[in-house]
């Protein structure tokens, strides 16, 4: 039988037609479900570590936010065009009324876009100035150092010191419930120091401080690590922070002193002959 498609279209009869919209919108689900995303993570989570800060609440909540304005204004964009193509779906030969410039229409889609863009503006900007301030007097301050290839943690309050390297990875003893103003600095290259559960990261410059403060709310270990592309051993730049109760922060700042690690490191360890032979492979380049 020959028959122009457009004509096949026209005369199909309507239930084969609603068949293969089932069958389009039953693929649709399974596409989606086979994308991977598990559903226990959804709505709660939505893809995001369980925050372990007061101020990583804050950015949980900004990004749950997000999300709700993004399904909001999927569905409504979703729901229009389903609306038009099916309302508006071709019934006959004649071609339909033609209308150009409808003013109203192309005020209302210039408008509500920079409605969209200024709320997730104004929640940003709101939510960013308070996770940058810093107090007046932190509880504890640490000193962060990204080198190449590892971190050092000066606590400054308690002149104390510990460091890594790429195969003897450093743990960051954080007391809970206790504010901790970071100041990062790098001898070397830009690092940035990162603890996902944190939900927050910021770049360590050479030549210049930035400053930041937590208030770690759980116990627990949580993994750290550069976030910033720094150079050949960028991947083993990890650490740990440990979370635990004010005591036993105290009894690890003993600790560290009982071992001779006291006073404040500039920079960090020189690693990259340590690490080039302990990985048993040539180190490339390098100037520390
Ligand atoms: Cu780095």
Same mark, same amino acid.
């Given at each position: 039988?020959? !028959? ?6 026209? *005369?199909?009869?309507a239930?084969?037609?609603?068949? !293969?919209?089932?069958?389009? $919108? ?5 596409a ?14 939505l ?9 990583? %609440?804050?950015?949980? *909540?900004?990004w ?5 304005? /993004?399904? /909001? ?8 065009i389903?609306?038009a193509?099916? $309302?508006? !779906? ?6 339909p ?8 229409? %192309? ?21 960013e100035s =308070?996770?940058? $301030?810093l107090s007046?007097?932190?509880?504890h ?6 080198f ?15 460091v ?6 450093? #743990?960051?003893?954080?007391? %809970?419930g ?6 990062? #600095?790098?001898p070397?290259?830009? *690092? ?7 939900l927050? =990261?910021?770049?360590v410059?050479?030549?210049q ?5 937590i ?7 949580f993994?750290?690590?550069? /976030? ?5 051993? *960028?991947?083993?730049m990890?650490?740990?922070v =440990? ?9 690890h700042v003993?600790?560290l ?12 360890? #020189?690693?990259?002959?340590v690490?080039?032979? %302990?990985?048993?492979?040539?180190t ?5």
């Amino acid at each position: 039988m020959s !028959r122009t498609p457009l004509a096949g279209v026209e *005369h199909a009869p309507a239930r084969r037609r609603a068949a !293969r919209g089932a069958a389009a $919108a039953a693929l649709g689900l399974v596409a989606l479900g086979l994308t991977g995303c598990s559903t226990s993570d959804i709505p709660n989570q939505l893809q995001i570590p369980d925050p372990a800060s007061e101020q990583g %609440e804050r950015i949980f *909540h900004l990004w749950q936010g997000s999300w709700v304005a /993004a399904w /909001a204004v999927g569905a409504v964009v979703l729901g229009l065009i389903i609306w038009a193509a099916l $309302a508006y !779906r071709r019934r006959s030969q004649d071609l339909p009324a033609q209308t150009t410039y409808n003013i109203p229409i %192309e005020i209302l889609y210039t408008v509500v876009p920079f409605f969209m863009i200024g709320v997730m503006f104004f929640f940003t900007a709101r939510d960013e100035s =308070k996770l940058v $301030a810093l107090s007046d007097s932190p509880d504890h301050t640490v000193n962060v150092v990204g080198f190449r290839w590892n971190w050092t943690f000066n606590y400054v309050d308690e002149n104390v010191y510990d460091v890594g390297t790429p195969t003897d990875v450093p #743990t960051l003893y954080l007391p %809970e419930g206790e504010s901790v103003r970071f100041k990062l #600095t790098s001898p070397d290259v830009i *690092h940035s120091f990162w603890v996902p559960q944190f939900l927050f =990261k910021m770049d360590v410059i050479p030549g210049q401080t930035n400053e930041f403060e937590i208030t770690p709310t759980k116990q627990g270990t949580f993994a750290g690590k550069c /976030a910033e592309l720094c150079g050949v051993d *960028h991947s083993r730049m990890l650490f740990w922070v =440990k979370v635990v109760s004010p005591d036993e922060y105290d009894d690890h700042v003993a600790d560290l002193k009982a071992k001779g690690q006291v006073g404040l490191l500039e920079t960090g360890r #020189t690693t990259e002959s340590v690490t080039g032979e %302990e990985m048993g492979r040539t180190t490339i380049g390098g100037d520390s």
